[in-house]
């Protein structure tokens, strides 16, 4: 068994006693509102960490997607109050997204600076300007026909999931069977041969951190239409929830290898335990330290794993 099923097996697990647990601690956890705000609050994740994952495997990373999120949720937000159609908001965000996105893919493929760095710097500026720009207040008095998309709640609950898993899928079958999608990986896996096939690194590198700005954004307008204001800070940590899910679902931070379905349960795994803590009666303050400790253990795994078939 490789370890891509052997991290997708240990993850299915997890889970099971997870739930498991909370059926014997906390049954109330299953009540049916609880788990289908679980599921909607997870879309937003599971965008935003395909954007992760791709960087990851062209053994890059990206920690300003928090800031990116938080950015595109405002402007759109800004922009429908001020009357522009939301379609048209909706599409400007994303373009948003793509171009904050661009900005770390110059900075990292062109430029050449370490992803650390500059994801890092640009997080901070993002996330200054926008409390410079909004000083902490939401955005009010969003239309009507911006929550759920105009739709009632419940329809517009399956619209969110729905668009969240549809565009997984696009992302997931565009990675095995495009060639761009077999780019990412061949470049990830190693660069130099990637050259000499033809391939050009940086034009790839600077791609996937486009798509991660997309992602962000995406993810920012799922998770907007939810509410009736938009906090400029709820992109705070997402960043981490996100590359948590990816690595945990078996992207190596080596490069060249990640598991759509892997991240995917990934996803789910964190979704789970936020509320779980709450329903167990531990202080929520923990869960950022489980996902610290998820990123640990995976990456640890993940280096264990070269090393022995080294």
Do not use: Y
Not at 82 to 101: D, H, M, T
Not at 237 to 246: P, S, V
């Amino acid at each position: 068994m490789n370890s891509t099923w052997a991290r997708t097996l240990a993850l299915l697990g997890a889970i099971g006693v997870l739930l498991a647990l909370l059926a014997w601690r906390a049954p109330s956890f299953f009540e049916l509102a609880n788990v289908l705000s679980m599921v909607v609050g997870a879309a937003p994740l599971l965008v935003a960490a395909i954007g992760a994952t791709l960087v990851i495997v062209t053994r890059q990373i990206d920690v300003s997607i928090g800031s990116q999120f938080s950015l595109c949720a405002v402007g759109a937000g800004m922009m429908v109050t001020a009357g522009v159609p939301i379609p048209l908001a909706i599409f400007a965000a994303i373009v948003l997204g793509a171009v904050l996105g661009l900005t770390n893919g110059l900075l990292v493929g062109v430029v050449k600076l370490p992803a650390i760095v500059a994801t890092l710097g640009t997080m901070v500026i993002w996330r200054e300007l926008l409390r410079w720009w909004r000083e902490g207040e939401f955005v009010h008095n969003l239309p009507a026909g911006f929550q759920w998309f105009g739709l009632s709640q419940t329809s517009g609950q399956i619209a969110v999931v729905a668009a969240a898993l549809a565009f997984w899928v696009a992302i997931a079958l565009a990675a095995r069977h495009t060639q761009p999608g077999r780019d990412v990986f061949l470049v990830g896996s190693n660069p130099e041969a990637a050259r000499l096939l033809g391939l050009r690194p940086t034009r790839v590198i600077v791609g996937v951190f486009v798509l991660s700005g997309v992602t962000a954004a995406l993810a920012a307008v799922l998770a907007s239409v939810r509410f009736g204001d938009i906090d400029p800070g709820a992109g705070a940590g997402l960043e981490l929830r996100a590359i948590a899910a990816a690595v945990v679902g078996g992207a190596a931070v080596s490069g060249g290898r990640a598991s759509m379905l892997g991240m995917l349960l990934g996803v789910v795994l964190l979704s789970i335990i936020g509320p779980a803590l709450v329903f167990l009666g531990v202080q929520p303050q923990w869960e950022r330290v489980i996902q610290g400790l998820i990123i640990l253990i995976a990456v640890g795994a993940d280096v264990s794993v070269r090393r022995s078939r080294a």
